[in-house]
């Protein structure tokens, strides 16, 4: 699967979050609380399976 933006509007704590030019490598890097997991449990969402959190 290749993203090249994600867009996250009232997900967890993301109210309207937009992430742009998505790469092969990535990194998320923040304070605790700041949303990283949430972002990577949005994209699960769109892969096979049931997400990160089951």
Not at 10 to 33: K, M, Q, S, W, Y
Request: charged share 20%; net charge positive; glycine share 12%.
């Amino acid at each position: 699967m290749a993203l090249d933006r994600i867009l996250l509007t009232a997900f967890r704590n993301h109210a309207a979050t937009r992430l742009d030019g998505a790469r092969a490598i990535n990194l998320l890097v923040g304070e605790n609380g700041a949303g990283k997991t949430n972002v990577l449990e949005a994209i699960s969402l769109f892969a096979p399976g049931r997400g990160l959190r089951r």
